[in-house]
């Protein structure tokens, strides 16, 4: 398959929060789009002008501020569309200059670049991934080594096992996995690991799964790498 856009992926940082930041270049315009900015704005400028990069949109897997934080100085710096989930915006009023409201199966595009939104609520009410050729970018619904919390204000384990159900039974083994957050494993491994290794991926009753996602007495749930 003949992938039409590169994926280069940054590590920032702010106390205890350590952030994945990607941004995704169509290969024919150069035109980019850049998934949750947070935390250094300097990292990633300096990033885009590195690849000749012009920055099309901002793509928002949801409104939690660790994966927002950067859009009004990229909108000043860059004046790019920004796009979230209608059902994101209307639940918890996130404003911004050039704000795009998406609804599920949306499609966005940059240049040969086609880019999917799919719903993905559980972590927050209006979740959403964006799903390309080969990759997938989650945010806080699903990590490498588990998923999201669901005890956030809108969030709900419900959605966050229906969302997991929907990705495995329509993105294909292929897909490489790109988070918002990491415990240990480097973002991009595929669908078909987490399938085998994220125990999420593994449980297909919902009140099993609910029951494990809200457990007490979970450790280490900020404890990003």
């Not at 599920?104 to 086609?114: A, C, N, Q, W």
């Not at 993905?120 to 799903?131: E, F, I, N, R």
């Not at 919390?149 to 294909?172: T, Y």
Request: net charge negative.
């Amino acid at each position: 398959m003949d992938i039409s856009y590169e994926i280069y992926q940054l590590n920032t940082r702010s106390y205890r929060f350590s952030n994945f930041i990607y941004i995704i270049i169509d290969k024919t315009t150069r035109n980019a789009l850049i998934v949750d900015p947070a935390w250094e704005l300097n990292i990633i400028v300096d990033k885009l002008n590195q690849l000749d990069a012009a920055l099309q949109g901002i793509l928002l897997t949801h409104s939690h501020y660790d994966h927002v934080n950067l859009v009004a100085p990229l909108e000043g710096l860059f004046n790019p569309y920004v796009y979230m989930s209608k059902a994101e915006i209307d639940y918890y009023g996130f404003r911004c200059n050039n704000l795009q409201a998406i609804n599920d199966l949306d499609k966005i595009s940059v240049g040969e670049t086609m880019v999917t939104c799919m719903h993905t609520p559980g972590h927050t009410a209006g979740g959403v991934s964006y799903l390309l050729q080969d990759s997938i970018f989650t945010g806080d619904t699903i990590f490498i080594e588990g998923c999201g919390i669901c005890n956030s204000w809108g969030g709900l384990p419900e959605q966050m096992f229906e969302s997991i159900q929907r990705v495995k039974s329509s993105v294909s083994p292929h897909v490489r996995v790109y988070p918002g957050h990491s415990y240990g494993k480097a973002p991009g491994h595929t669908l078909q690991y987490l399938m085998r290794e994220n125990i999420y991926f593994q449980i297909d009753n919902k009140e099993d799964f609910i029951r494990w996602r809200m457990r007490k007495n979970q450790t280490g749930l900020f404890d990003f790498k």
